[in-house]
């Protein structure tokens, strides 16, 4: 297989505050706001730069995505930041009637989601944020899975007019992708024949390391990066499962909502063949350190592998 | 500029609209819609520095208007036709299939003079806020007006925009609270019990003046001084005191019309208090 290498591990969370950074200095219609998380969201370069442009709403949620909305009258593009938990569930209503129904030009931009939060545990740990945003007409969903991606993504929906939720996290991880970043553009890590793995976020280097581990005992995996889950890439995900003939899907997300359920309704109505979905399986998560949360809860290579054995036994 | 009694027959005609249309698909709001049609009319057809045609959603050079209680879209949608946004024959379609003018206002489908969709409460403050901060970055010195209803500060997200408002110096928003101390319930009193309003508001930073939003003469004074006290550095509110159902007898004095249709009998005697002054549509 094509070999990824890293030489340094970077939170995806610093790639957005890069990203954003280099906007403030780029574009002068970007805006940012914040619920009391600036340093968390890496938005203090941004503030910095421009004090005018950033606005601290406190803990209030619902109000900054209310502001988000308002300022866009007139041609402000706002990133609005906090944690996944509160840019989605807290604010759904918030963002389904005053963004996503408004057809506004609002950038919901959300760190520590998933179980790599950590120990702050499940109140913190949303797993079902992609099913919430990605249900919302109109609205694109991306879940990038590095650094390098992170930064990409940040300033490539500076210049997508519509609603966007991008979705990032807190731990260190691999930065490896140099592919150019394309909103709703699949990204093909590596070209195989008897499984195609479809992941996004921290699962996509998760997903390289099942490669390789697959590559040993003789199952030559294709890979698939999904940053986008909507709009999603149907046209690159079934050439890929046309060849290959099964499926995994993995993502750091519930199963119920998340990537694997958009793919298996294109798989379904194309060309119906064995899904195996990695990721949390209708619980909610709890304390511990990102790497054994992600090991209890299954989101490893270990569990890519086993879901692509089984992916391809299934095969009739 | 019309002058005051040119104001009140336009709020006549309006009165009109809002009891046609609601009847018309036994569906809507009438009691709020005629209880803040007075404050509305001053807005589009005095208040305001507004261009209907053509429809600019960023609205640079003009003042803004938010409608936060969505549900008395029969007064807005009539305002807004009568003012020059839409065609008046269009509100014939209120709450119909296909309608641009859906049963609480949306951008979705393009109505000219709708800036963001309500009607899930509570919202439209921080639109607003977020309105005026845009004004302010844009060195547009536009002012930005907002409505809510009293029952709807029953909502946690007004009182984050509050003190938002007063931390930023929102001094460029002028908001009314439709204060009819009705909501679907029963009076706000019975059903949560709103305090004093002028004391909140005023404790939260906000400059609050008070007025009877069914005096046309008084709401054109108010709003003056309203326009007097913006760019001092605190954002303005104004507890208008209204009549849920003004203008229609039966109408008036309880909650129980905030979303019920009037019937043929009682739309004929509605029509009966309000004289047509400009046309039905």
């Known amino acids: 297989m094509k070999k990824y290498t890293y030489t340094e591990k970077k939170d995806t969370r610093s790639g957005f505050g890069d990203g954003l950074t280099e906007l403030g200095r780029e574009n002068p219609n970007v805006v940012a706001l914040c619920a009391d998380l600036t340093g968390s969201l890496k938005m203090n370069q941004f503030e910095k730069e421009n004090p005018d442009r950033f606005f601290q709403v406190g803990i209030a949620e619902a109000n900054m995505i209310g502001i988000a909305a308002g300022m866009t009258i007139g041609g402000k593009i706002p990133f609005t930041g906090t944690f996944a938990n509160f840019s989605t569930g807290r604010v759904y209503d918030q963002i389904r ?167 298996a309704q294109v798989i379904s109505r194309n060309n119906p063949m064995p899904i195996e979905y990695v990721g949390v399986n209708d619980t909610f998560g709890e304390s511990g350190t990102p790497a054994q949360l992600m090991e209890k809860y299954g989101l490893s290579a270990d569990a890519i592998v086993k879901a692509a054995e089984k992916a391809i036994s299934r095969k009739s | 500029m019309p002058t005051t009694i040119e104001l009140e027959k336009i709020a006549s005609q309006i009165r009109r609209d809002i009891v046609r249309m609601v009847h018309a698909v036994n569906s809507g709001h009438p009691g709020g819609s005629l209880g803040c049609t007075d404050y509305l009319v001053a807005l589009y057809f005095k208040v305001m520095n507004h261009t209907a045609k053509p429809f600019d959603m960023d609205g640079k050079n003009q003042d803004l208007f938010f409608l936060s209680n969505g549900h008395i879209s029969p007064v807005f949608y009539s305002v807004l036709a009568r003012s020059g946004y839409f065609n008046v024959e269009e509100l014939k379609t209120f709450r119909k299939l296909n309608s641009r003018l859906q049963g609480h ?52 997200q007004i009182w984050e925009a509050a003190m938002y408002a007063a931390h930023n110096k929102i001094d460029n928003l002028i908001s009314c609270i439709d204060y009819n101390q009705q909501q679907i319930d029963g009076s706000i009193q019975d059903v949560l019990d709103l305090g004093n309003l002028k004391d909140k508001w005023q404790a939260f930073g906000w400059q609050v003046l008070e007025m009877n939003g069914n005096k046309m003469e008084e709401i054109l004074s108010t709003m003056e001084t309203a326009k007097n006290l913006t760019g001092k550095g605190n954002p303005i509110m104004i507890i208008m005191k209204t009549e849920m159902g003004q203008g229609v007898d039966f109408m008036m004095g309880s909650h129980k019309w905030h979303g019920v249709a009037p019937n043929d009998e009682q739309l004929a005697s509605a029509l009966a208090q309000l004289e047509e002054t400009i046309g039905d549509y």
């Not at chain 1, 990038?144 to 997508?160: R, W």
Request: proline share 3%; charged share 20%.
């Open chain 1, 97 to 263: 009637q005053s963004v996503a129904y408004s057809d506004k030009n609002v950038k919901i931009c959300a760190s520590h989601a998933g179980l790599t939060l950590g120990e702050d545990g499940a109140t913190h740990q949303i797993l079902e944020d992609i099913g919430l945003m990605k249900m919302l007409p109109g609205m694109t969903v991306i879940n990038p899975c590095d650094y390098n991606q992170t930064k990409q993504a940040t300033k490539a929906i500076a210049n997508h007019k519509g609603p966007v939720y991008l979705r990032f996290g807190r731990p260190a991880v691999p930065v490896f992708m140099n592919e150019d970043f394309i909103i709703g553009k699949a990204i093909t890590l590596n070209e195989g024949t008897d499984v195609s793995i479809f992941a996004t976020g921290h699962l996509v280097w998760e997903a390289i390391q099942a490669c390789e581990i697959l590559e040993q005992k003789g199952i030559n995996a294709e890979i698939i990066n999904i940053h986008t889950i909507k709009p999603l890439d149907e046209k690159a995900i079934l050439a890929s499962a046309n060849k290959t003939k099964c499926i995994v899907t993995a993502e750091e997300h519930m199963i119920n909502g998340g990537l694997g359920d958009s793919i």
């Open chain 2, 105 to 156: 206002p949306t951008t979705h489908e393009g109505l000219e003079g709708i800036r963001m969709s309500s009607g899930s409460l509570g919202q439209g403050l921080s639109v607003a806020i977020g309105a005026a901060q845009t004004k302010k970055l844009n060195n547009d010195n536009s002012l930005i007006y907002s409505l809510h209803g009293d029952g709807e500060l029953q909502e946690g």
